[in-house]
C-alpha cells in the first residue's frame, strides 16, 4: 500500500508531520481528517533508487491518474464577493471574541469555508501566522481580497491589541456598506430591466413586424403616401434592417470607449461629475458618497489608524474620483496643520450639515463619533432616496414603454384605417 508523507494542523493549531498508508491521496486526506487534522500538504513517498519507483513515476506521468491541475492564469478567479468576505469577517470576529486564539479561529473557518478562492487564502493565512507573521501582513499579501481599509484596520487592532474589536467594527462596517449597495443597486435595476424590455421589443417589431406590414400597404395603397408617423417608422425599420452591423458596432464602439474614457483620470472626474449632477440618480449619488467617505473615515479613526493614513485610504476607497479629489484636498490641508473643516467647504461636495457636524465634533474632540453619526443619518437619507426614486421611476418607465411601443402600434394603424375608410366609401 503506497505510503505519504504530510503536513497538517491538530485541533489545538499546532503543526505535525508524520505519514500514512493510503490507497490513494484522497483516502490519506479523509483518513487525516477523521483523526481531527487539518491536512496543509499530502504528498506521496517515492523511491529514487529502484526500478519499481522509476516505472511507478512513469506511469504517473503518462496516465495522469494521480493528480491532474488545469492552471490558466486569466481564467483562474482570484476575488471572492464583498458578502462572502463580510460573513469571513464576522466569523472570524466571533471566534477570537469567544476566546479562541487566531490561527485556530483561521484553521476553523478554513475547514467549513466553501468558497475556494476564500478557502485557499485562509489556509494561507494561517500558514503566514504560524510562521511567526502579523495577520496584517498576511492580508497584504492578498490585495485583491483585503483592501487597504481592511488590512491597515488590522494592523491598527494589532497594535493595540483589540484586533476582536476592530474585527467587530469592520463586521458591522462591511454590513451597513453591503446593505447600501443593494439598496442603490435595486433602485438602478428596475429602470435597467425597463429599458432592456423596451429595446427588444422595439426592436423586434422594426426588424419582423413593420417590413410586412410595409410590404401590405404599398400593395394595398397603391402607390398612395403613407402618414407621417408611419413614414417615420418604416424609415426606423429600413435604417436598422440596413445597417444593423455599423450599429451593433457603434453599440460597441461608445461601450469601449465610455470604459476608456473612465479609466483615466479627467474621464472619471467628468463621468463623476455628471454622475453627482445627473437628473433623478445625481442626489443619491451624493448622499451615497458621503455616507461611505464618513463611515470609512469615522471607522479608520476609531480603530487608531492615524488621521493623515485614514483620509489617504478613505480618497483610495472613496468610490468617486470627485469625492476622492476632495479627499486629498482634505489630506493636504491637515498635513499642513489646518482643520477639516476649511477644505470640506471649500470642494462643493458636502452639505453644510455636514461640514457643521464635523466642526462640532473637532471643537469637542469628538470627530470619530460625530463621522460615524453623519454616516448613520446618510444611510438612512439613502434609504429613503432609494425609496423615492423607485415610486417615481415606476410610473415614468412605464409611460416610457407604453408611449415607444403605442407609437409604433399606431403608425402601422393608421394607414390601415384609412384603408378601411377607403373600402367603406
Not at 430591466?193 to 413586424?209: P, R, S, T
Not at 479613526?301 to 480618497?315: R, Y
Not at 409611460?399 to 367603406?424: D, E, K, N, T
Amino acid at each position: 500500500m503506497p505510503s505519504f508523507t504530510y503536513v497538517a494542523l491538530d485541533a489545538q493549531g499546532q503543526q505535525v508531520s508524520d505519514s500514512i498508508e493510503a490507497v490513494s491521496q484522497a483516502e490519506a486526506v479523509n483518513a487525516l481528517r477523521k483523526k481531527g487534522l487539518f491536512p496543509t500538504s499530502v504528498k506521496e513517498q517515492t523511491h529514487s533508487g529502484g526500478t519499481a519507483g522509476k516505472a511507478k513515476k512513469t506511469a504517473t506521468k503518462a496516465g495522469g491518474s494521480k493528480e491532474l491541475k488545469l492552471n490558466i492564469p486569466f481564467l483562474e478567479k482570484k476575488t471572492i464577493k464583498g458578502k462572502t468576505l463580510m460573513v469571513f469577517t464576522r466569523q472570524l470576529a466571533t471566534l477570537i471574541d469567544a476566546g479562541l486564539p487566531l490561527l485556530r479561529g483561521l484553521t476553523v473557518l478554513g475547514k467549513q469555508e466553501p468558497d475556494p478562492v476564500l478557502k485557499k487564502t485562509i489556509t494561507q493565512l494561517a500558514e503566514a501566522v504560524q510562521g511567526g507573521g502579523t495577520f496584517s501582513d498576511g492580508l497584504a499579501g492578498h490585495p485583491r481580497i483585503f483592501n487597504k481599509l481592511y488590512v491597515n484596520m488590522v494592523k491598527a487592532g494589532e497594535l493595540g491589541g483589540v484586533l476582536e474589536v476592530v474585527l467587530n467594527r469592520l463586521a458591522e462596517f462591511q454590513e451597513k456598506a453591503q446593505k447600501v449597495k443593494g439598496k442603490v443597486k435595486s433602485a438602478m435595476m428596475y429602470p435597467a430591466i425597463v429599458m432592456v424590455i423596451a429595446v427588444i421589443i422595439m426592436g423586434f417589431l422594426l426588424v419582423f413586424i413593420v417590413p410586412k406590414f410595409e410590404q401590405i400597404f404599398a400593395d394595398m395603397l397603391g402607390g398612395k403616401p403613407l402618414p407621417l408617423l408611419t413614414q417615420i417608422v418604416v424609415g426606423a425599420s429600413r435604417g436598422i434592417q440596413h445597417n444593423i452591423v455599423w450599429l451593433v458596432l457603434g453599440v460597441v464602439g461608445v461601450v469601449v470607449g465610455m470604459k476608456y474614457l473612465v479609466s483615466t483620470p479627467k474621464g472619471a472626474i467628468l463621468f463623476d461629475q455628471f454622475m453627482l449632477k445627473a437628473p433623478l440618480f445625481g442626489d443619491l449619488t451624493r448622499k451615497n458618497g458621503i455616507s461611505r467617505f464618513t463611515r470609512t473615515l469615522g471607522t479608520l479613526v476609531t480603530s487608531g489608524v492615524p488621521i493623515l493614513q485614514a483620509l489617504n485610504i478613505t480618497k483610495e476607497t472613496a468610490g468617486n474620483a470627485v469625492i476622492s479629489t476632495a479627499i486629498a484636498k482634505i489630506h493636504d490641508a491637515v498635513k499642513e496643520g489646518e482643520s477639516i473643516v476649511n477644505p470640506m467647504e471649500a470642494s462643493g461636495v458636502f452639505p453644510a450639515m455636514v461640514i457643521s457636524m464635523v466642526d462640532v465634533g473637532e471643537e469637542t474632540g469628538q470627530l470619530p463619533e460625530m463621522l460615524l453619526k453623519v454616516a448613520d443619518l446618510y444611510d438612512d437619507e439613502v434609504d429613503n432616496a432609494v425609496a423615492g426614486l423607485t415610486s417615481l421611476m415606476e410610473p415614468i418607465m412605464i409611460v416610457f414603454l407604453a408611449v415607444v411601443v403605442g407609437s409604433i402600434v399606431i403608425a402601422l394603424f393608421l394607414p390601415l384605417i384609412g384603408i378601411i375608410s377607403g373600402m367603406q366609401q
